[in-house]
Each structure stands twice: as C-alpha cells, then as structure tokens.
C-alpha cells in the first residue's frame, strides 16, 4: 500500500491542487534548490495546507540548531535529511525533536548495505556527482531489492514508469519534477499519479 509524497511545493497554486487530491505527504525544500523556501513561505504555505497532509522538511547539511528552529515553528511534521548527515547528527538531532526522520541514501551501482542510521525511513535517490538531489533521474531499481526498511522511492518517478514503482512495495512513491510542466507543479500530473498509485493500491489489497 504506497503512500504518495509529492515534494517541493512552492505556491499557494500548489497547495490548492495537493488540498484537492489529497497525498499523503508534501515536501517543503528549505535546502539550496530551485524549489527552495524559506521559512516564511513554509509558515505561510502550511496554514493553507490540508491538515491531513503531512508537510516534510528537506534539508541538507542543515546547522542542528536552524533546523531546530523549523521544528519549534510547527511547520514540519516529519524530517527529511537529504546531505551527509551521519548517525552521530541524527542522534543529536533525535535528542531535541520528537518528528519522524527520513534520511536519504544516495544510490549509484550498488547501495552500501552498512548504512544503518537510526531513523524512521530511508529513501532512495539516484546518485549525481556534485549535487544532493537526483536530478529529477531515476536510478536502477534492482539495486534495492530485498530492503527491508519502510522506504520512499525517489528519483525520475513519473507515469511512465509509476507501474513499476509501485511494484517495488515502497512505503511511499516520491515525486516532484515528475508532476511539473515548465518547472511548475501540474494540476493534471498530480491528479493522475494519486490515481494511479491509489487504483494499484487497490489491486494488491
């Protein structure tokens, strides 16, 4: 049963079009990105957010303290760490918030099976040297057979290759470039991926 995130949510349009079909969870970027919002927009952007959506948080190698500072403004409900943060800053990090936390492993041929962090979900994104997220490119899907974790599946995800997805059994499908037309989330895009996602849920019931 995947649940659906889709990240990177910049604009009021955004959360009308997420408000009517209803993902599970949304992706506010606060790193360095082309989505990036800063923690205005994110105040602003949650109060209009259905209550039932659940906002995460994407950092990368954010100072502990400022990404405190988020979690204490009740924008966020769940943490996602997309840099290079190790189990020494998780810790830290679990020590002064109580939000689930999502660390992200970036995947190149093969994923190192000792990355054992002490979080609540993994996901998985395509390696690109130089940068921290996938680049809107997917990554071999083989590579992360057998995980037993509760996992989202990140990277390159669009219809065309939503099917097969879904058939990995991730705890959730993470899209955002694949819901974009011209750089902007589309109302049309988003509206079928939850369909699809949902109508497969239904057939593995």
Request: with cysteine; charged share 30%.
């Amino acid at each position: 049963m995947a649940k659906i995130k889709i990240c990177g949510l910049t604009r009021e349009e955004d959360i009308q079009v997420v408000n009517e079909y209803l993902p599970d969870y949304i992706g506010f970027v606060f790193a360095t990105s082309k989505r990036q919002v800063s923690l205005s927009q994110a105040k602003y952007l949650k109060r209009l957010l259905n209550p039932s959506i659940q906002a995460v948080g994407v950092f990368v190698n954010e100072p502990i303290s400022s990404l405190i500072n988020v979690v204490k403004e009740q924008v966020i409900d769940v943490v996602q760490l997309h840099g290079d943060e190790d189990s020494t800053y998780i810790k830290e990090l679990k020590a002064n918030i109580k939000l689930p936390i999502i660390k992200a492993i970036r995947v190149k041929d093969k994923i190192e099976r000792n990355q054992d962090f002490d979080v609540d979900f993994l996901l998985f994104d395509k390696y690109l040297q130089g940068a921290y997220g996938g680049g809107g490119e997917s990554f071999d899907w083989q590579v992360i057979q057998g995980t037993m974790r509760p996992y989202f599946l990140a990277g390159g995800i669009h219809l065309g290759n939503l099917y097969e997805a879904v058939k990995k059994s991730p705890y959730a499908i993470d899209v955002s470039s694949g819901v974009e037309t011209n750089g902007f989330k589309d109302r049309d895009k988003v509206r079928e991926i939850i369909r699809v996602v949902r109508e497969q849920n239904k057939k593995v019931r």
